[in-house]
């Protein structure tokens, strides 16, 4: 596979569909089962939320298989790549290593994947903390990370699997609240950049309902 600059819309579709099937190839080497059949899964439903949303198909389905492809790796394995990468890791995030695995995603994505596209390596980035005004691909795949079919734990699920379709920037909002709740309760750190996307969210839907 070799790196290429190419925008994932321009390419031929048997071409842009070997790329896809060597993606998952490499994927399900790399990823325990249950993991790669989640990242199958993103991958549909951001393929469905960019259908709605009116962005690229191709480059929500690309984000959304690859956005865990550093998952394969130890929390200590992913501070350490982190360090040899020059990857910052705050002292909160190297408290909160579940996480870090998105942080070090788009470097991994680079040197195993060979993806170039920044709006892609973005989206990986931010898919579980999110951060203040994403881009709607940000956007799609923070949000189809959590209510993905293979999903069964958040409570609300079938709600916010509705809401997605319907109002993306109010189950954004839905998700990080009921996360922060989950782990408070949970006697979990909560981190800056989740609350900084909360308190973005919370705004923006309390300004609509001003607005009424």
């Known amino acids: 596979m070799s790196e290429s600059t190419v925008d994932y819309d321009q390419m031929e579709t048997a071409d842009y ?3 896809v099937q060597e993606y998952r ?4 080497e790399i990823l325990k089962p249950g993991r790669y059949e989640h990242s199958l899964s993103v991958s549909f439903t951001c ?24 998952k394969q790796f130890s929390n200590d394995e992913l501070i350490t ?18 996480v870090i695995h998105s942080i070090y995603g ?5 040197q195993a994947f060979h993806v170039t596209d920044q709006e892609v390596l973005s989206a ?12 709607m691909l940000e956007k799609i795949v923070f949000t189809a990370d959590y209510i993905e079919a293979r999903r069964d734990q958040a409570k609300r699920l079938p709600e916010l699997r509705m809401l997605a379709f319907t109002d993306i920037d109010q189950c954004i909002y839905e998700i990080n609240k009921d996360t ?21 969210y919370k705004q923006l839907i309390d300004r609509r309902q001003e607005e009424k």
């Open 106 to 110: 788009p470097s991994y994505a680079r």
């Open 81 to 98: 790549l982190c360090r040899e990468n020059g990857v910052n890791l705050t002292e909160e995030l190297i408290q909160s290593p579940q």
């Open 124 to 135: 990986v980035y931010y898919h579980t903390l999110g951060k203040p005004d994403m881009s």
């Open 47 to 70: 393929i469905c939320l960019a259908m709605r949303y009116g962005i690229s198909i191709r480059k929500a389905e690309i984000a959304g298989l690859i956005h865990d492809c550093a």
């Open 180 to 200: 922060i709740d989950y782990l408070e309760k949970s006697g979990k750190s909560v981190c800056q950049d989740t609350m900084q996307t909360y308190a973005y």
């Open 25 to 28: 190839s490499k994927l399900q």
């Open 17 to 19: 569909l070997d790329l």
